[in-house]
């Protein structure tokens, strides 16, 4: 009897230290986010930006990439409605001994392919760290539909490459609806 009492007082004590307070605290202007610190090459990095009603400014604040070569916060994401244009702004640190180049790649909204209006290329000094910005761009001479009409999810691919050579890929998906 006093060993299933042990047993009964061990399983409710590691119940205790591993139940801990898991409640998110989100303000109105920020966004929820699946995110981990173990984010790995290969793993879907998921934002959910639709926490927010005012879908042309969103804070993010994410970090979003954190690995022996770079960190990759998303700070925001805007909407232009004159250009009918998204800027996501980043801030990159390299913490490389050698230059890096970041680039973004596959970009789709809603399944659908939008390679063409994305933007978004850099190359940072060893050691160094850069604001910059991801754009996904209209081209109204070639569409005829508004960006915002084409989807509530965007999704890209961040490549971080030394010279030719690929270190990492990670896979990115905001909801903004």
């Known amino acids: 009897m006093k060993r299933l009492l042990v047993l009964v007082a061990v399983f409710l004590l590691f119940l205790a ?5 898991n409640e998110k605290n989100v303000s109105d202007d920020s966004v929820e986010s699946d995110n981990d610190d173990t984010v790995s090459p290969g793993d879907i990095i998921e934002i959910d ?7 042309d400014h969103v804070y993010v604040e994410e970090e979003i990439i954190d690995d022996d070569d770079v960190s990759l916060t998303l700070n925001e994401i805007k909407y232009d409605p004159d250009s009918e244009e998204y800027k996501l702004d980043f801030d990159i640190i390299n913490k490389l001994d050698e230059k890096v180049n970041i680039n973004g790649k ?11 209006r ?7 000094d060893s050691g160094d760290s850069r604001h910059t910005q991801m754009l996904i761009l209209n081209h109204e001479d070639k569409y005829d539909e508004d960006l915002q009409e084409l989807g509530d999810s965007l999704e890209f691919s961040i490549e971080i490459s030394v010279d ?14």
């Open 118 to 124: 994305g933007y978004f290329r850099n190359m940072i």
């Open 106 to 116: 596959d970009y789709y909204f809603d399944g659908d392919s939008i390679d063409d």
């Open 49 to 55: 930006a639709s926490a927010n009603e005012d879908r």
């Open 17 to 21: 230290a591993c139940g801990g307070n």
């Open 164 to 177: 030719d050579d690929l270190l990492n890929r990670y896979d990115v998906k905001i909801n903004i609806s």
